[in-house]
């Protein structure tokens, strides 16, 4: 046995000659395992809150896609076209689109 300082707290512990892996004693060590076990969990409660809103924004554009009548082919390929130059009939066009879809919406109300 060797003995060696932790790296946090600067206390003396005891550890076997190859075990240089080892740099924290068993209480800085067990603090930080628990740090990184509740880091783990609230990333684990952010990504289910990310997995549960894109779900909800699937079926908006779902919804979307339905109430439109406009095929999801086409909106895939609308929606890249309005970041064409200004002044492109293409990009007018694409431009226009959410305006018309918004204008049916509401006259659909």
């Known amino acids: 046995m ?3 300082t932790c790296t ?9 000659a190859d075990e240089d892996w080892k740099t924290r004693c068993v209480t800085c060590w067990r603090a930080s395992r628990a740090r990184a076990d ?3 969990d609230r990333l684990r409660v952010q990504l289910s809150k990310a997995m549960t809103e894109a779900a909800i924004l699937r079926r908006q554009v779902a919804r979307l896609e339905t109430q439109t009548g406009i095929p999801p082919e086409m ?18 066009l694409a431009a226009l689109m959410p305006v018309r879809v918004r204008q049916t919406d509401e006259a659909g109300r």
């Open 38 to 40: 509740n880091e783990a």
């Open 75 to 92: 909106l895939a390929r609308l929606l890249p076209l309005r970041q064409e130059p200004r002044g492109s009939d293409v990009s007018g």
């Open 8 to 16: 946090e707290c600067g206390r003396h512990f005891n550890r076997r």
């Open 2 to 4: 060797t003995r060696a």
